[in-house]
Nanobody, 126 residues
Framework: QVQLVESGGGSVQAGGSLRLSCLVSMYPASTNCMGWFRQAPGKEREGVAAIYTNGVIYYGPSVKGRFTISQDNAANTVTVYLQMNSLKPEDTAMYYC??????????????????WGQGTQVTVSS
C-alpha cells in the first residue's frame, strides 16, 4: 500500500527557511505527478507546488519565487522535497504531500490526488 510520510516542519521566524521531505513507499508505477499542498485553520486545502515525472513543475502564485520542489528517485524509494525560503506568517499551515494516480490535468487541484500523507506543521512567526 502506498505510504507518504512528511517531515521537516517546525517553527521559524519570518524570513527564515525550512525544507520539507516526503518519503514515498510502494510508489505507484502509474504516478506521474507529486504535489505539495497546505491547509491553514478555517481555510481550504490549496496547492503549493507540483512536479511531473518529466520534470515539469508548477507553483502556486503565493509561493512562486520562494519555494522549490524537487524529487529524488532512488532504487526503491521516492523522496519529494519542498525548499521554502523567505517564509512569511501567511505560510503557516499544515503541509501535505500527495501522489496523483495517473495523469494530473490540473496539478495544483486537490481532486487530482488519491494518496496523501499525514502532514507536517509549519509555523512562521512575525
Amino acid at each position: 500500500q502506498v505510504q507518504l510520510v512528511e517531515s521537516g516542519g517546525g517553527s521559524v521566524q519570518a524570513g527564515g527557511s525550512l525544507r520539507l521531505s516526503c518519503l514515498v513507499s510502494m510508489y505507484p508505477a502509474s504516478t506521474n505527478c507529486m504535489g505539495w499542498f497546505r491547509q491553514a485553520p478555517g481555510k481550504e486545502r490549496e496547492g503549493v507546488a507540483a512536479i511531473y515525472t518529466n520534470g515539469v513543475i508548477y507553483y502556486g502564485p503565493s509561493v512562486k519565487g520562494r519555494f522549490t520542489i524537487s524529487q529524488d528517485n532512488a532504487a526503491n524509494t521516492v523522496t519529494v522535497y519542498l525548499q521554502m525560503n523567505s517564509l512569511k506568517p501567511e505560510d503557516t499551515a499544515m503541509y501535505y504531500c500527495a501522489a496523483a494516480p495517473g495523469t494530473a490535468i490540473q496539478p495544483l487541484r486537490v481532486r487530482e490526488y488519491a494518496y496523501w500523507g499525514q502532514g507536517t506543521q509549519v509555523t512562521v512567526s512575525s
